[in-house]
């Protein structure tokens, strides 16, 4: 199982959890806090950089996208948080 982060335009640097550690870690009955312990991987991005592939500790494979924001709601509800 490959991660995939999706990272904003401008980012520098990034922080995510490997989906592949906390699996292992759920069927091996960890502890919650360490399997997030294990599972964080950090670093940084080239902002001129479309994708890159990192690796988390254990040797998962986790791909970095950069994404365009998001268009706002054609239909606005209230419900609903605001980004301005």
């Keep these: 199982m490959t991660t995939t982060v999706w990272v904003s335009p401008s980012a520098t640097s990034y922080s995510c959890l490997c ?3 906390l699996e292992h870690a759920r ?3 960890m ?19 479309a994708s ?8 998962h494979e986790i791909v970095l996208r950069r ?4 268009p706002g709601l054609r239909y606005p509800d209230e ?6």
Excluded: H, I, M, N
């Excluded at 502890?31 to 950089?49: C, D, I, P, Q, T």
């Excluded at 994404?67 to 998001?70: A, D, L, M, S, T």
């Design 52 to 59: 890159a592939a990192v690796r988390c500790a254990a040797g």
């Design 31 to 49: 502890l919650f806090s360490e399997a997030l312990l294990r599972a964080s991987v950090r670093g940084s991005l080239a902002v001129e950089a």
């Design 19 to 21: 989906e592949s550690c």
């Design 67 to 70: 994404v365009e924001r998001p």
């Design 27 to 29: 069927t091996a009955g």
């Design 79 to 84: 419900r609903q948080l605001q980004l301005r």
